[in-house]
Structures are given as C-alpha cells and as structure tokens.
Nanobody
C-alpha cells in the first residue's frame, strides 16, 4: 500500500485545513487508517484514527471537537478536517495504514506511512 498525503499549508489561528491521504495498492480500502503528527523537537504523536468501514473513530484529547477524520473507500482516500486551528497544531502530519479491522492508535501497529505534509498555524 502506498500513501500520498497532501493539503497542508500555512493558516492563521482559528482557520481550517483539510488534509487528504490517497491510498493505492491491493485491498487499500480494507485498512484501518490514522493520522499522526510531529512537531519540531518532539516525538510523533497520535491525532486521529478510523477503522476500515468508517464506523469507529478515535481522537487525541488535544484535537477532539476540532478535527474530524473521514474516509471515502470508493476513492481510497482518508481525510482530516481541521478546524479552529491553534499554533500548537503546527507539525508535519502523516497518514498511516494498518492491516487491521479495528481502530488503532499506537504507531507501531501501522504498516504503511505516507510522506508527511506540513501544517503551519500562525498566531
């Protein structure tokens, strides 16, 4: 499975961005999907995840109520809608795919990773 993330950019605090992650490869729509982020000088952290069907989701406390993960299996694409962005959301955002039917939040359980897209939120 190959993952291609896009949609990052520079936005003012309070603004919105939508990240996309296109998956290609065999059975790509059957994978659990997640988003992680890594800020400068920090470890990569979990942001949001969704199971293969889209019926179950999980969010980091820091983004609950502001970010929404969704997927379109017909397009093999997962999205991360980010609203009310804060400067502390500034990071490189990565999408990941895991060969599992459940929602996974642990980084080590993901099998494939995209290249990352930069999100910068100015104050």
């Amino acid at each position: 499975v190959q993952l291609q993330a896009c949609g990052g950019g520079l936005v003012q605090a309070g603004g919105s961005l939508r990240l996309s992650c296109a998956a290609s490869g065999r059975h790509a729509s059957a994978y659990g999907m997640g988003w992680f982020r890594q800020a400068p000088g920090k470890e990569r952290e979990f942001v949001a995840a969704m199971n293969w069907s889209g019926g179950s989701t999980n969010y980091a406390d820091s983004v609950k109520g502001r970010f929404t993960i969704s997927r379109d299996n017909a397009k093999n694409t997962v999205y991360l809608q980010m609203n009310s962005l804060k400067p502390e959301d500034t990071a490189v955002y990565y999408c990941a795919a895991g060969d599992t039917i459940v929602v996974i939040t642990r980084e080590y359980r993901y099998d494939y990773w995209g290249q990352g897209t930069q999100v910068t939120v100015s104050s």
